[in-house]
């Protein structure tokens, strides 16, 4: 989601000469995304629209530059800032803004759960929210509310953060699928709760399988999906037709632009693009349009088509009665705010198109009692199948069954001719039979040491023949034999090199093949494998112990060790033991390993003895519980403002007319002078309380 590297300078209007290069593609289609990373950087101007990040890379912290990122998203065409936040779910360990007490939205007492990680995200959504409502106040909006709950939001989704699908160093489990799917839907879920309009997700195909799986079904499929790794405008344009693996809808694509991360909005894909009907039933036909993954109401306004085909605004296609055969198209443009894309609808009439399996393959054997149903759609009634070559081998019946004349010989025979309706459709019909073909299913190349050759053996397979299968080799010999019942061995012992052996497959009904298989002899190297180091604390050096593994070798193996010792000893077998327990260091074991058949390789392994380290907890999230007193219109009034967290005399930002200032901070009580304008209306509102180290709470007070 950051670049690193900013440009100094930009043009300006860059922009928007891009977009008049880019054929069709209006300047509100392209934007930019920035956040920390550009802190003080020199911004384009004249953008189509700015997307700002809201955290500063991670769950519960803030952008040091919202506000003025926020006021350089407002300069752009679209006038109006969009919203990205960090997603992460490092889980309860050492993670202070993990609930403990929560009962809303999911009951929580702080497991490592999926309720847990459901109120984890919920709380970080609610966190980034008032960030931006924080920094609308600061930029003195009218609404700041209104500001955040109007703008689109995203959500970061990358392996860069802390997920617990990633932290285990194994293969994720389905609970840590589970937890950190939970975590994105009560981000979501919180979004919604305050009325935002549309929240989508960024991610790439690989990084969102990696957090979630695979399957998520229709989770995430009402959210707009944001994609990155597109290297330009023209493959980002292509990017947006493809298949969305979170079931939302492609909505936007991200490539590099100007030194920063552009992105180009997608038009909207309408579906289905055609159809196929007969002509009985072509009066009362009618198909419904759609967006994929589109939530917002779509607008359809036709163009071409008519009267043939009707399109109404809702996307109901429609014909105007009767029509006769052949194709009918319409086309016209989808809307839906301020998004648009183009449709094209394509009707063929009175054709039957040829459904089901349009070849097949038997054996001698079988062909004499074989058969298939040709089968069709885009017809009314009982199709009638009309043959017009293929006979007399393949016989194809009026209702479309495939038959042979009897037992045919190994070859490829093929029948075609037309479909046809009592109502006038019409189409046609192929059909190809594979008779007595067979096909070698074993492996066809191995690799083995020259001491392996002597007792090496191999059986060759094949399939689409009926009972025991002969082989005859024709070439191979004498370094390979080949039985005549497929069995590969060798004449003993083989020297290095590359063996080929072939010859013909056949079986008493006639079906026959071919088949190949290439042998490799390699004088051994054995290769290690994993482990090849490893990390223990002090305490557990005195019983560690691990076991070393070579491959490409035969039998047993000999290790033997050349240096390490006597910290680390490497028995003979290859297993790993240390001499008792270690100091805090880095041990090394190396040495060779053996066969009995003259196979040598080299072996090395290392040992990390790491003491402990003490790293201080997170500060607190801060919490802000309730407020002691009531504000008074024209009046200057001292409150108290109760919770936890509260860090370096924080700063506490109350509505338009309100003003408040900090006099003392106990960590847990804000004793706040707080002055509000005699205009100012009395009900329930809200103070947001910034702390020094970038963290922020909210608690609601009464004014009179």
Same mark, same amino acid.
């Given at each position: ?8 300078s ?7 000469? $891009? ?10 289609s ?17 953008t ?5 990040g ?6 519960? *912290? ?12 407002g300069?752009?065409?679209? =006038?109006s800032?969009?919203f ?5 779910n490092p ?10 007490? #929560? ?12 309720? &847990?990680?459901?109120d ?7 966190a980034?929210?008032?960030?931006v ?9 009218a ?10 939001w ?16 194994s ?5 840590? @699928?589970a937890?950190?799917?939970?975590t994105l839907?009560?981000? /979501? ?13 960024? =991610? ?6 990696a ?6 079904g229709?989770?995430f499929s009402q ?11 023209v493959?980002?344009?292509?990017? &947006? ?6 079931g939302?809808?492609? =909505?936007m ?10 992105d180009?909005?997608?038009?909207l ?14 009066s009362?036909?009618s198909?419904?349009?759609a967006?994929?993954?589109? *939530? =917002? ?18 996307g109901?296609?429609?014909?105007s ?15 839906a705010g ?6 094209? @609808?394509?009707?063929?009439v ?32 009982p199709l ?16 479309g069954?495939?038959?042979?004349? +009897? ?5 490829t ?16 019909f192929? @059909?190809? /039979?594979?008779? +007595? @073909? $067979? ?13 392996a ?7 060759l ?11 005859t080799?024709?070439?191979g ?14 004449s003993?012992?083989?020297?290095d ?11 008493? *009904? ?11 002899v390699?004088a051994g190297?054995?290769?290690?494998g ?16 691990? #076991? ?28 790993v033991?240390?001499? +008792?327990?270690?100091?805090? +260091? ?7 390993? *053996?066969?009995?058949?003259g ?5 090395a ?6 003491a402990?380290?003490t ?5 607190? $999230?801060?919490?802000a519980? %309730? ?14 403002i109760?919770?936890?967290?509260f860090?370096? %005399?924080?700063?506490v ?15 847990t009580v ?12 009395p ?7 910034a ?5 922020i ?8």
């Amino acid at each position: 989601m950051f670049v690193v590297l900013v440009v100094s300078s930009l043009m300006a209007g860059g922009l928007g000469v $891009l977009a008049a290069q880019a054929a069709s593609v209006p300047a509100t289609s392209l934007g930019y995304d920035i956040s920390f990373p550009q802190c003080g950087a020199n911004l384009p101007a004249a953008t189509g629209f700015g997307v700002v990040g809201v955290d500063n890379g991670h769950s519960f *912290s803030v952008n040091p530059c919202l506000a003025s990122e926020i006021t350089w998203a407002g300069t752009s065409l679209s =006038a109006s800032p969009q919203f990205y936040v960090n997603t992460d779910n490092p889980g309860p360990s050492n993670n202070t803004n993990w609930p403990q007490s #929560q009962s809303t939205p999911k009951p929580c007492a702080g497991a490592n759960s999926v309720n &847990c990680s459901y109120d984890y995200g919920w709380n970080a959504a609610q966190a980034s929210f008032q960030a931006v409502v924080s920094a609308e106040t600061q930029l003195s909006a009218a609404s700041p509310t209104a500001a955040a709950l109007g703008a689109q939001w995203w959500l970061d989704v990358e392996t860069g953060n802390a997920w617990q699908s990633l932290r285990t160093g194994s293969a994720p489990t389905s609970a840590q @699928f589970a937890n950190d799917a939970a975590t994105l839907q009560g981000q /979501l879920a919180y979004f919604a709760s305050i009325g935002v309009g549309t929240v989508g997700i960024y =991610a790439t195909s690989l990084q969102w399988g990696a957090i979630v799986g695979s399957n998520t079904g229709s989770t995430f499929s009402q959210n707009p999906l944001w994609v990155p790794g597109y290297a330009t405008l023209v493959a980002a344009q292509a990017a &947006c037709s493809m298949t969305s693996f979170t079931g939302g809808r492609i =909505a936007m694509i991200q490539y590099p632009l100007n030194g920063l991360d552009g992105d180009y909005v997608c038009g909207l894909i309408v579906t289905p693009a055609s159809a196929t009907i007969s002509l009985a039933a072509v009066s009362t036909f009618s198909s419904q349009l759609a967006v994929a993954g589109e *939530s =917002a109401p779509v607008t359809y306004t036709e163009t071409t088509g008519s009267p043939s085909l009707l399109v109404s605004s809702s996307g109901l296609v429609t014909t105007s009665g009767t029509l006769a055969a052949g194709t009918y198209s319409a086309s016209g443009t989808a809307s839906a705010g301020a998004l648009s894309g183009n449709f094209s @609808f394509a009707l063929t009439v009175g054709t039957i198109v040829q459904t089901g399996a349009t070849s097949a393959a038997t054996s001698v054997l079988g062909s004499a009692t074989y058969t298939n149903q040709l089968t069709g759609v885009g017809g009314s009634g009982p199709l009638s199948f009309t043959q017009t070559t293929g006979a007399a081998h393949l016989l194809v019946s009026s209702s479309g069954l495939v038959t042979t004349s +009897g037992a045919l010989a190994r070859g490829t025979y093929s029948a075609s001719g037309t479909i046809g309706d009592a109502f006038g459709d019409q189409g046609t019909f192929t @059909f190809s /039979l594979k008779v +007595g @073909f $067979l096909t070698q299913t074993s492996t066809i190349r191995t690799t083995i040491s020259p001491a392996a050759s002597t007792t090496y053996t191999m059986q060759l397979t094949a399939s689409g023949g009926s009972g025991p299968l002969s082989f005859t080799q024709t070439t191979g010999t004498p370094s390979l034999v080949v039985s005549p019942s497929g069995l590969v061995t060798t004449s003993g012992t083989l020297a290095d090199g590359s063996y080929v052996v072939r010859g013909v497959i056949s079986d008493a *009904s006639g079906d026959s093949g071919t088949y190949f298989f290439n042998l490799l002899v390699a004088a051994g190297a054995l290769v290690q494998g994993t482990p090849t180091s490893a990390t223990v604390a002090p305490t557990a050096s005195a019983a560690y112990t691990t #076991q070393l593994v070579e491959t490409g070798g035969v039998g047993n193996l000999t290790f033997t060790q050349t240096s390490g010792t006597p910290s680390l000893v490497v028995s003979a077998s290859g297993a790993v033991t240390t001499s +008792g327990a270690l100091p805090a +260091g880095t041990y090394s074991a190396a040495g060779s390993v *053996s066969d009995a058949s003259g196979d040598t390789g080299t072996y090395a392994f290392t040992l990390t003895v790491a003491a402990p380290t003490t790293t201080p907890p997170p500060p607190l $999230l801060p919490v802000a519980t %309730r407020v002691v007193g009531h504000a008074v219109a024209g009046h200057t009034v001292i409150l108290r403002i109760l919770g936890r967290g509260f860090i370096g %005399r924080p700063t506490v930002v109350g509505p338009a007319g309100t003003k408040a200032f900090v006099l003392r901070d106990s960590g847990t009580v804000l004793t706040v002078r707080v002055r509000v304008d005699r205009r100012s209306r009395p009900g329930v509102h809200t103070f947001v309380i910034a702390m020094s180290n970038g963290k922020i709470a909210s608690v609601r007070f009464v004014q009179r």
